[in-house]
C-alpha cells in the first residue's frame, strides 16, 4: 500500500510501499515507435527491479483513431521485446461508465460542475482571449451555479480547478517543477455526449489499476498538472487517491537533433524486426543505453538490466537515436546468439521452405557467417549460395575473377580436391595452400576464383568453411562448372 502525506504548500510526498505498480498506456492510433518501445521498457523494468506488476493498458478512447491492427502490432511487438505485463490488458474503452461515475460524484462533492456554455459563448470567449493575446484558460461562470441543474440543455462537466496556490511535482527525472494554478483551467472531464475526456479516464484507470509509478514520455508533463488535481479532488472525497510517484523521461531526438520522425528511424518495431533483420535483445539494449546509462556499460543483458535499472539514471535531456549503434550493438548480439535460433530466424527469410537437410546445413552455417553480419539480413544474404542451383549464376565481380588464367587454376584445384581422401577445414585448406605453391601464385589468387566458383559472388564466409559446408559432390560440382581442363 501507498502512504501519502499533504505536506501544509499543497505539495505531496508518497511513500512507495511493498509494492510497485507500472503501466504502459499506448494509444492505439499507430504502431508501436521507438519512443514507446522504450517507454514501456522502463517500466518494465522499473517493475521488475522492485518485484512489483507492470500493466498495460490500451487507451483505446478516440474510437475513431484507434485500430484493431495498431492494437495488434503494439502487442505483438511487445511480447516480441520480451516485455511481458502482468495480467489481462485493461481496454480504456470499456471502462467510460466508470469515467463517468468518478466525474458524477465529483460533482456531488463541489469538486466539479456542470457547464452548460454555448459553443458560442466558448467562442466568444476563445475570441476575447485571442485578442487579449491570452491563452483561453476557461472558469466557466456556471462554476458557482452547481444548484441550477437542468437537464434539458446539453452540457459538459468541467473540474473545479483550484485558482491560487501552485502544484509542485516531484518528478523523478524532472526534479522539481511547480505551476500556478491560476495557469490551469477548469478543464473538461465528460463532454456533452457524457463520454469521458483522456484526462479524466487515465487518472481513473491509473487509480483503479493501483499504479503507483506513472513513468511516460515527457510531453505528457503539462498533463499530470491536469491530472493531478483530479485525484486530489477524489482523494479529499473518498480518500485512498495518493498522488502516484512521477517520472517523465524525455523524448528521443534524430542524430540531427531534431524531433524524432520516420525519417529518424521511428518506425514501428516490427520494421526493426521484419525490414531490419534486428534481434530483439539487440534492440532492448540499445533502448535501454538511450537515456539510462550504468557507467560505461554498452552491453547489458536482461538480468543485469533488471538488477541496474533504477529512475536515478534516467538523463534529463533528450537522447539521440543513432541507427549505426544500434547496428553495431544488433552485430554483437548476433555473434552472441544461439546457432539453431539464427538459422530459424533466417530459414523464414528464406523464399523457399527448406528441406530438413537444408535447414540442418544453414544451423551448420551459422557459425561462420555470424562474424559477418549486423543484422538477419546479412546472415540471410550470406546464406543465400549454399541453396543456389547449378551452374551458379555469377555476378559482374564474380564472372571476373573466374575469367584469364582462373579457369586453369581451377582446374587444378578440382584435381586436387578430388584426390582428398578426408573432406575437412583442415585437409582442404592443405590442398589448396599446395596448389597455390605449386602453380607459384599466391594463396588469394587460387582462393578469390575458387570463392567466385563455389559461391557467385566476391565475398563470403571463410573459403575452407565454404567447401566444407557445400561438401565434396556440391563443391567439386560448382569448380566444374567454371574450370577449362
Ligand atoms: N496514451 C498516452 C500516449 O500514448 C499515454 C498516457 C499516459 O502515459 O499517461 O501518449
Redesign the pocket.
Known amino acids: 500500500m501507498t502512504e501519502t502525506t499533504a505536506a501544509t504548500d499543497g505539495t505531496r510526498t508518497t511513500t512507495p510501499g511493498t509494492e510497485v505498480v507500472t503501466?504502459?498506456?499506448?494509444?492505439p492510433t499507430g504502431f508501436l515507435h521507438i519512443g514507446?518501445a522504450r517507454?514501456a521498457l522502463f517500466n518494465w523494468l522499473y517493475a521488475r527491479h522492485h518485484g512489483g506488476r507492470f500493466l498495460l493498458r490500451i487507451?483505446d478512447t478516440d474510437r475513431a483513431r484507434s485500430t484493431q491492427p495498431a492494437i495488434d502490432a503494439i502487442l505483438t511487438s511487445l511480447r516480441w521485446l520480451g516485455l511481458d505485463w502482468d495480467g489481462d490488458e485493461v481496454y480504456q474503452s470499456a471502462r467510460a461508465d466508470r469515467h463517468a461515475e468518478v466525474a458524477h460524484r465529483m460533482v456531488e462533492h463541489g469538486h466539479a460542475y456542470r457547464c452548460y456554455l454555448t459553443t458560442e459563448e466558448l467562442a466568444a470567449m476563445r475570441a476575447e482571449a485571442e485578442a487579449a493575446k491570452k491563452p483561453l484558460r476557461v472558469r466557466s461562470p456556471w462554476r458557482d451555479k452547481a444548484a441550477e441543474a437542468d437537464d434539458s440543455r446539453p452540457f459538459v462537466v468541467r473540474l473545479k480547478a483550484p485558482t491560487d496556490g501552485a502544484v509542485t511535482i516531484e518528478d523523478r527525472v524532472q526534479g522539481s517543477v511547480t505551476v500556478q494554478n491560476a495557469e490551469l483551467d477548469d478543464l473538461v472531464l465528460l463532454r456533452s455526449d457524457g463520454t469521458p475526456t483522456?484526462m479524466l479516464a487515465?487518472v481513473v484507470d491509473?487509480h483503479d489499476m493501483g499504479v503507483t509509478h506513472?513513468i511516460?514520455?515527457d510531453?505528457?508533463l503539462n498533463?499530470a498538472f491536469r491530472?493531478l488535481p483530479i485525484i486530489r479532488a477524489m482523494d479529499a472525497i473518498e480518500g485512498g487517491w495518493p498522488d502516484p510517484v512521477y517520472a517523465h523521461i524525455p523524448l528521443i531526438h534524430g542524430s540531427d537533433g531534431a524531433k524524432l520522425s520516420k525519417r529518424h528511424g521511428a518506425v514501428g518495431v516490427e520494421y526493426y524486426r521484419d525490414e531490419l533483420g534486428m534481434l530483439p535483445e539487440a534492440l532492448d539494449n540499445y533502448l535501454l543505453r538511450l537515456g539510462w546509462g550504468h557507467g560505461d556499460d554498452e552491453i547489458i543483458s536482461r538480468t543485469q538490466a533488471v538488477e541496474w535499472f533504477d529512475l536515478a539514471g534516467v538523463g534529463k535531456s533528450p537522447s539521440r537515436f543513432d541507427f549505426k549503434k544500434l547496428e553495431n550493438l544488433n552485430g554483437q548480439y548476433i555473434r552472441v546468439a544461439d546457432d539453431e535460433r539464427l538459422a530459424t530466424l533466417v530459414a523464414d527469410r528464406l523464399d523457399f521452405v527448406p528441406t530438413d537437410e537444408q535447414r540442418e546445413l544453414l544451423g551448420r552455417s551459422m557459425a561462420s557467417l555470424k562474424p559477418r553480419a549486423a543484422d538477419l539480413l546479412d546472415l540471410a544474404n550470406g546464406a543465400a549460395f549454399l541453396f543456389r542451383k547449378r551452374p551458379l549464376e555469377m555476378d559482374r565481380d564474380a564472372t571476373a575473377l573466374v575469367s584469364g588464367e582462373a579457369p586453369k587454376l581451377l582446374a587444378r584445384l578440382h584435381a586436387a580436391l578430388d584426390a582428398l581422401e578426408s573432406w575437412d577445414t583442415e585437409s582442404l585448406e592443405t590442398a589448396v595452400r599446395q596448389v597455390a605453391d605449386d602453380a607459384g601464385v599466391k594463396l588469394g589468387q587460387v582462393a578469390q576464383p575458387l570463392r567466385a566458383a563455389l559461391t557467385g559472388r566476391k565475398t563470403s564466409p571463410g573459403i575452407f568453411d565454404v567447401l566444407e559446408l557445400l561438401g565434396r559432390e556440391e563443391s567439386l560440382g560448382r569448380i566444374a562448372d567454371q574450370m577449362i581442363v
Open positions: 503501466r504502459f498506456a499506448p494509444s514507446g517507454t487507451e483522456y487515465v491509473d506513472v511516460r514520455g510531453d505528457h498533463n491530472q
